[in-house]
T-cell receptor
Framework: GAVVSQHPSRVICKSGTSVKIECRSL??????MFWYRQFPKQSLMLMAT?????????EQGVEKDKFLINHASLTLSTLTVTSAHPEDSSFYIC?????????FGDGTRLSIL | DAKTTQPPSMDCAEGRAANLPCNHS???????VYWYRQIHSQGPQYIIH???NNETNEMASLIITEDRKSSTLILPHATLRDTAVYYC??????????????FGQGTILTVHP
């Protein structure tokens, strides 16, 4: 079946570092991908909708200059957390919109020291 | 999208059927009911979805009431690996919010031996 691959699965880095997370749809083309964030013991919160070839649409309260999204091809979207700080530590999950439902990656656990 | 209400937690004995309820009393005619589950530290996994008819696949059955104001996800023979957070989501089939999933708190299902 359809698979979404997310890389890396875990990142630990120093405060002030920028971190890039990749999300790939492996066997289907995804014109739309989504980025979610999940804090411990909380539910997933949608951060932004990424459309191939156009600017991402950010949810209210999500800083677009902090979380840069690029969706340059039909199989790849990237999320860059710029100048990450400890409060950005979280579980970041991407998904790709398939024909009838969304397919999710396995998430990236980001820890900022 | 319509809001959903689920019990925060449920228990089930291994091998028995797990019946997870969901209320979506404000659902509108073009909104689908989706079920996903999230096993600890993984991305959500699609289970099943439906509009008004009952649905069954290799994972589960979805029973939607005639007035569509509630539904039940049935795992016919729960195993320990079914322990997860189960999310019931009502999603618009079209419009500007197409594809967006709004996750609530879900139901923590614990399957015990």
């Amino acid at each position: 079946g359809a698979v979404v691959s997310q890389h890396p699965s875990r990142v630990i880095c120093k405060s002030g570092t920028s971190v890039k997370i990749e999300c790939r749809s492996l066997d289907f083309q995804a014109t739309t991908m989504f980025w979610y964030r999940q804090f411990p013991k909380q539910s997933l919160m949608l951060m932004a909708t990424s459309n191939e070839g156009s600017k991402a649409t950010y949810e209210q309260g999500v800083e677009k200059d902090k979380f840069l999204i690029n969706h340059a091809s039909l199989t790849l979207s990237t999320l860059t957390v710029t100048s990450a700080h400890p409060e950005d530590s979280s579980f970041y999950i991407c998904s790709a919109r398939g024909h009838t439902f969304q397919h999710f990656g396995d998430g990236t656990r980001l820890s900022i020291l | 999208d319509a809001k959903t209400t689920q019990p925060p937690s449920m228990d089930c004995a291994e091998g028995r059927a797990a019946n997870l309820p969901c209320n979506h009393s404000t659902i509108s005619g073009n909104e689908y009911v989706y079920w996903y589950r999230q096993i600890h530290s993984q991305g959500p996994q699609y289970i099943i979805h439906g509009l008004k008819n009952n649905e069954t696949n290799e994972m589960a059955s979805l029973i939607i009431t005639e007035d569509r104001k509630s539904s039940t996800l049935i795992l016919p023979h729960a195993t320990l690996r079914d322990t997860a957070v189960y999310y019931c989501i009502v999603r618009d089939a079209g419009g500007t919010s197409y594809g967006k999933l709004t996750f609530g708190q879900g139901t923590i299902l614990t399957v015990h031996p």
